[in-house]
């Protein structure tokens, strides 16, 4: 499961929609790995104002991974301007400017979605309740007493 | 043709055997391609989102979000999200190294993500699922709310759902419908060959606000072949008391009903609902 997810995750149980701690869910013995992806700033641009960057900062911290910055990034800085050899130009004279991902888009790509949690667990901080990740695929069948 | 929702639950329907019949059927795949495919023009997305996949199974539709945009899904490639009852179904997913996130979970207990998550939804195939309860602690209809409630608040305002489901008869498909309704939504069901066997059941939902143009009216405006039988059209003016019991326009609309159940009605002409002069 993508950290990303670990961001909208919250507890299934109904007594905990009202609670503000069933957000977010504390992983716990958690097994990482990195999937590889396709960089997608158009689609970074379109979820980071919907990130929630406290919790996520938190999330982060209990996983062991580098914290991060204090702030939200700016939506200006997931590009940044180079100048590249513009095509078929032997000459290499005439320059073109091009858009491309900067170093805190790559980051965050990184971050939210190539790393993945792979096994463990995700503990609600409201009523307790352990949700098992197998194979990055997290349990949220709940039994039919606590639905 | 028996369906599978009368025989057993969901999660012990698809077991190993038949996931991987489900899956492997080329007839299977071109139909749930078409039917994502369709899902998709009917969201209209303009640019990269996160999506949710209800009932994701082995990801037939998922590995349709996940294309690029260069192979034929709009504005891809899109994040989603899936979830599904049926372990199996995921097994097979994980094999196939789907893109996607999975969960294993049952829509009928709720959408577990907090407000605003998804820019939109999609579901082929699985919310008929929903009409059957398993035990006597639910009911059918507090699995659809308790779904449909969830689902309302984890899309963004403006935001869409697509659900294509196979109804078993007219009540069903007006009991999932109007549960959307009253969990918030605008909604509004469109119909692929309709009346023939192969006729399949688009519910649109809309979720207000945001740079949203209105309804289903408006998600089918300028598409072909579409015909818009508005029912609230209908009632409005009947409510704004154009059409008196008695007048004209009644007698009309009352011979016309009546032509349509197939019953023999007399001609209209310039007399019709003419009050009738006093003789002398």
């Known amino acids: ?147 | 043709m028996s369906r599978p929702e009368d025989t057993l639950p969901p999660d012990l329907f698809y077991n190993d055997t038949e996931s991987r019949k489900y899956t492997t059927s080329s007839r299977i795949q071109k139909i749930q391609s078409d039917m994502t495919h369709r899902a998709l023009d009917l969201l209209s997305l303009t640019h990269s989102s996160l999506i949710l996949d209800v009932g994701c199974g082995s990801g037939l539709s998922g590995e349709i979000l996940s294309a690029s945009d260069a192979q034929g899904t709009p504005a891809g490639p899109h994040v989603w999200v899936g979830f599904d009852i049926s372990a199996s179904m995921l097994g097979v997913a994980l094999e196939k190294e789907v893109d996607g996130d999975l969960f294993l979970a049952d829509a009928g207990q709720g959408v577990p993500f907090r407000p605003g998550t998804f820019d939109a939804a999609i579901s082929i195939s699985a919310i008929q699922w929903l009409c059957n309860a398993e035990s006597s602690e639910e009911s059918a209809s507090g699995r659809l709310s308790r779904f449909f409630n969830g689902l309302y608040a984890s899309l963004r305002r403006g935001g869409r759902a697509v659900l294509q489901f196979y109804p078993k008869n007219d009540t069903q498909k007006t009991m999932i419908s109007s549960a959307a309704i009253r969990a918030g939504f605008g909604a509004g069901l469109l119909e692929d060959d309709p009346g023939t066997k192969n006729a399949k059941t688009y519910l649109v939902l809309t979720v207000g606000g945001g740079e949203l143009d209105g309804d289903i009216t408006g998600v089918v405006r300028g598409m072909e072949g579409v015909d818009v039988m508005d029912e609230r059209r209908r009632a409005k003016e009947r409510r704004r008391g154009k059409e008196e019991k008695g007048s004209k326009a009644w007698i009309v609309r009352k011979k016309e009903q009546m032509e349509r159940k197939g019953k023999v009605v007399k001609a209209n002409s310039k007399y019709t609902g003419r009050k009738r002069r006093i003789a002398f």
């Open chain 1, 1 to 147: 499961m993508k950290i990303l997810t670990l961001n909208f995750l919250t507890c299934a149980r109904k007594l905990c929609k009202s609670s503000n701690t069933a957000f977010p869910l504390h992983p716990q013995d958690a097994e990482l790995e990195i999937v590889e992806q396709d960089m997608n700033v158009e689609f970074l641009r379109n979820i980071l104002p919907r990130l929630m960057w406290e919790e996520l900062s938190g999330v982060v911290g209990e996983l062991g991974l580098p914290a991060l910055p204090p702030t939200v990034p700016t939506l200006e800085s997931l590009t940044e301007k180079k100048l590249k050899a513009a095509e078929n130009d032997p000459t290499g004279m005439n320059v073109v400017e091009v858009e491309v991902p900067s170093q805190v888009a790559l980051d965050l790509h990184r971050l939210l979605l190539e790393t993945c949690v792979k096994e463990g667990k995700l503990v609600c901080g409201s009523c307790g309740h352990e949700y098992q990740v197998r194979e990055g695929i997290a349990n949220f069948l709940l039994p039919g007493h606590l639905v």
